[in-house]
């Protein structure tokens, strides 16, 4: 008798393993398919970040010029975000050793749009400009020089206050 309690002892504990060997074996199929589909997902990268902040630093000035200061804020933090965009997937540029020197002229003009002051929001949009030209120049990128736009990006939207 006790050999066989023994004996489906060591039978029931050979099986668990044998169906936990095929359980890992299974687990470790799907971590590496799911790492391989991670290491092939799409990640944006920097200039197509710097293209929407370009986009967004245009609308910026015409809304600040408008007085439109909820559009002006929602474009300020479309900036930001594309900034943290780029801190978290471009982590392997050399260039983005320096983004942070945008920060000071990020926050001056979003101290301008919560005051709502047109003259320190134009002050405050131009050191922006000036430190996203400092940036490039500082990353080797000095040919790709930002202004105070002229035009509106899109013939389609109204930046005056409704």
Same mark, same amino acid.
């Given at each position: ?36 589909? &991670? #290491? ?7 200039? %197509?970040?710097?293209? +929407? !902040? *370009? ?15 909820? &559009? #002006? ?7 930001? %975000?594309?900034?943290? +965009? !780029? *801190? ?16 000071? #002229? ?13 003259? *320190? ?16 120049? #500082? ?24």
């Amino acid at each position: 008798m006790k050999f066989v309690i023994l004996f489906l002892f060591i039978f029931s504990v050979a099986l668990f393993a044998c169906n936990q060997s095929a359980d890992n074996q299974k687990l470790q199929t799907r971590i590496d398919s799911l790492e391989h589909q &991670l #290491a092939n997902a799409y990640k944006p990268g920097l200039g %197509e970040f710097m293209s +929407g !902040i *370009q986009v967004h630093h245009i609308k910026l000035w015409f809304a600040g010029q408008n007085k439109n200061w909820g &559009l #002006a804020d929602f474009e300020i933090n479309e900036i930001k %975000e594309a900034l943290t +965009g !780029i *801190q978290k997937y471009c982590k392997d540029r050399p260039e983005i050793s320096n983004i942070e020197m945008i920060n000071p #002229a990020i926050d001056a003009v979003s101290d301008a749009i919560h005051k709502k002051d047109p003259d *320190q929001f134009k002050n405050s949009y131009g050191l922006l400009t000036t430190t996203c030209n400092t940036c490039h120049q #500082a990353t080797q990128h000095q040919f790709n020089i930002i202004k105070i736009p002229d035009n509106p990006p899109f013939s389609d939207q109204d930046f005056q206050v409704r």
